[in-house]
């Protein structure tokens, strides 16, 4: 994903945002005969909402609202069908002005602004969502909606996307479709999303066509863009049989459809005529194995994604030190104290045991594995690297209470410790005890935390018999009916959103105080941080992997039991049972889900835990000349 912008320059809603758009990297081609099957699609979209902007003045006239539904839909199909492209070129003006989600948005990238929803959805809301359609708005989403592909238009002719960056922009599309089209990311009201797989496939497909007239028939490899090709048109076939939103099923669309169409997708870019663009992706685009452990490029997540010498021994050497007490205050207290390799690094504690254990600290202990894979970190997101993170805790008088130079002083009695740091830090200028390499090596640790080969991973790695009907159905329901996957994102399932990954988000879903009572709980979340009054009791999404182990739930561990959780969403969340939360994210209707949806649910979530290889502590810890010191114990003492 390029995250340029296309110069939409837009105001609206009292906000104007003039971005520049700059392709430096990109070479130079013939930009008219390239693009020739976007620029017509723009076109097309251009003169329908021509004709939508004046049906909207006459909606109550008999007829017209029929009509400016059906063009609705005509749209969509003719967007859909080059939705990969612009995702590619203009990611930032999708997200706030094309196709966001319905909620108000904050982020630093665009300042202290609060962005209100626009684009596709809030019409698909006023046209489909609701029974008192609000004129003025629908006229002016249309205009809006005309401009961004008048703007778009107008910056065909400026960009220069080749033929390698089109593969890549269509490899994104299918992680798009996998994880946000199929989860009810888009087309919440008319759940068109099935058909509107079919326009994206044959969007693909007429771009593939095009580029393979670019090439002479001999030096281009003819067999593997047949065979692509007639992936995706079987594709399109499985879909235009199974167009019904609940019933799909999504698990085997994906293994059987989308994987090797994107195997193939893969193939052909390897072709000597497709480069790899030397962009540091969250995924690895060279990797044929979509949605796998190999897919995810862990460089990406790193603060210092160049900084590779001798990571391993720094992972060692941050496992000896997350599990070594002498790292806290009393040497009593130890990151694993809280974060237990048995309980996939949580503690089972509704909130965690402060340092003088008469208080708990302010909220649940969440599970390390996976950790990597945000772009924040803390419920609110107030540390941004793991670094930070590690940094917060240590100083915290609640959790280890120590300080940099006792830590240094104490690791430095130990001349093991000292080995240790030189090794894992020969050649950088670090090789004696510092508060970096502490930290570093911690952080070098959480990375080799990644859980992902639950039955579900081998399920998607193509071995059918792991999960059970009711497990598939349960996925089914939660990236269905019950609309968890619209938050917790296939298939790392926590917040952070696919397929840039490089961006963590925030919902509102109003988890009460206690059980019996119609409170909010008291913790206002990600607010302390930006801010934005949106995201008063706003929480980063926590991914759902390994939650069979991670009880009790949410941030202040409300909940015992993951029947529990699901009956809560069940209920709308925090508004759904009477509580005033006026920013809730989370829809507040009930998912309407009978006792026997519940249950297939909660066998999902089951099948997302693996905890293989990830269990392990080390024997014993270094050794120093103190042999009280000795007396150290592995994980700490609470
Ligand atoms: C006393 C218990 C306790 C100890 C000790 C502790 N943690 Fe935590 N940890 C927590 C709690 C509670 C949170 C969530 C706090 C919040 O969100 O404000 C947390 C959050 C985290 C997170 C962020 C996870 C996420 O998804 O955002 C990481 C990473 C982490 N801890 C690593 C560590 C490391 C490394 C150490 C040792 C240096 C450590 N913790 C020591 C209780 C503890
Ligand atoms: C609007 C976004 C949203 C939707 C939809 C959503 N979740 Fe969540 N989920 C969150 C957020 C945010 C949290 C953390 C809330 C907190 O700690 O207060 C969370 C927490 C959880 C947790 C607790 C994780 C832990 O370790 O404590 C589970 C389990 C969970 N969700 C499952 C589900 C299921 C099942 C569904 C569908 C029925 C669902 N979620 C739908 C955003 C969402």
């Known amino acids: 994903m390029i995250d340029h912008h296309i110069g939409i320059k837009l105001k609206t809603a009292g906000i104007a945002i003039l971005i520049i758009a700059c392709c430096s990297f990109f070479t130079s081609n013939k930009n008219s005969e390239r693009y020739r099957y976007v620029a017509q699609n723009t076109t097309q979209l251009i003169s329908v909402f021509d004709r939508s902007i004046s049906l909207a003045d006459s909606i109550s006239v008999p007829g017209k609202l029929k009509q400016l539904k059906s ?43 609060i962005v209100d929803p626009h684009g596709f959805q809030v019409l698909e809301e006023q046209l489909f969502g609701t029974d008192t359609i609000d004129q003025k708005i629908v006229a002016a989403e249309l205009r809006l909606l005309k401009q961004s592909f008048e703007a778009f238009q107008n910056k065909l002719q400026d960009i220069n996307v080749n033929d390698a960056q089109l593969l890549e922009a269509m490899q994104f599309e299918l992680m798009r479709m996998s994880s946000l089209t199929l989860s009810g990311y888009d087309a919440t009201y008319t759940q068109t999303n099935i058909t509107e797989c079919v326009s994206v496939f044959s969007g693909l497909r007429a771009v593939l066509n095009q580029i393979k007239t670019n090439y002479a028939l001999n030096k281009y490899p003819t067999d593997i863009h047949l065979q692509l090709i ?13 167009k019904t939103y609940d ?3 999504r698990l085997y669309f994906i293994t059987r459809h989308i994987k090797p169409i994107y195997k193939c997708l893969v193939c052909l870019h390897r072709s000597e005529l497709f480069p790899f663009t030397p962009v540091n992706y969250a995924i690895n685009l060279n990797n044929e194995h979509l949605f796998e452990r190999e897919s995810y490029n862990l460089n990406y997540f790193s603060v210092k994604a160049v900084d590779t010498l001798g990571n391993a021994l720094q992972a060692k050497l941050g496992e000896l030190l997350f599990f070594d007490p002498v790292l806290s205050g009393n040497n009593q207290r130890a990151c694993a104290s809280c974060h ?24 649940n202990t969440p599970s390390l594995l996976n950790t990597i894979f945000q772009k924040h970190f803390f419920y609110d997101g107030r540390a941004r690297q793991l670094e930070q993170q590690a940094n917060d805790v240590l100083h915290n008088q609640k959790e280890m209470n120590s300080s940099v ?10 001349t093991e410790y000292q080995l240790l740091f030189k090794t894992a830090y020969k050649g950088t200028t670090d ?33 059918y018999q792991q999960l059970s009907a009711q497990e598939i159905n349960g996925y089914n329901l939660f990236s269905g009916k019950a609309l968890c996957g619209s938050c917790h994102f296939f298939p790392l399932f926590n917040g952070l959103v696919p397929p840039a990954y490089s961006d963590t988000e925030y919902e509102v879903i109003g988890v009460p105080e206690n059980t019996t009572n119609k409170n909010v709980d008291k913790d206002e979340g990600r607010i302390f941080v930006s801010k934005a009054y949106i995201h008063q009791y706003a929480f980063k999404t926590p991914t759902v992997r390994n939650s069979s182990l991670t009880a009790p739930y949410m941030h202040n561990g409300i909940y015992k039991t993951l029947d529990e959780v699901i009956e809560f969403y069940n209920k709308g969340g925090g508004q ?55 007396q150290r114990i592995v994980g700490g003492v609470y």
Request: proline share 4%; aromatic share 12%; glycine share 6%.
């Open 71 to 113: 063009n609705y839909f005509i749209t969509r199909n003719y967007y859909k069908h080059i939705e990969f492209f612009i995702e590619y070129i203009a990611p930032f003006d999708v997200k706030y002005f094309i196709n966001g989600p319905l909620v108000k948005k904050s982020d630093l990238e665009i300042g202290s602004r």
């Open 230 to 242: 007639n992936g995706i048109k079987s594709a399109e076939k499985y879909c235009a049989l199974h």
């Open 247 to 249: 019933s799909f099923d």
């Open 340 to 363: 237990k390799p048995d309980m996939a690094f949580s503690d089972g504690l509704q909130k965690g045991l402060a340092f003088e254990t008469k208080n708990s600290l302010d909220r």
């Open 405 to 414: 130079d006792d830590m240094i002083s104490r690791l430095n009695l130990s």
């Open 431 to 463: 090789t004696i005890i510092s508060y970096y390499g502490i930290l570093k090596a911690i952080s070098e640790y959480e990375k080799t935390l990644v859980s992902m080969n639950s039955r579900f991973d081998k399920y998607i790695k193509g071995h």
């Open 576 to 630: 759904g049972l009477g509580i005033n939360i006026p920013h809730q994210t989370l829809p507040f209707d009930s998912l309407q889900l009978s006792k026997k949806e519940m249950l297939d649910i909660k066998a999902f979530l089951l099948a997302l835990t693996d905890t293989v290889g990830l269990m392990h502590k080390p024997n014993k810890l270094p050794l120093f000349q103190d042999s009280k010191l000795n």
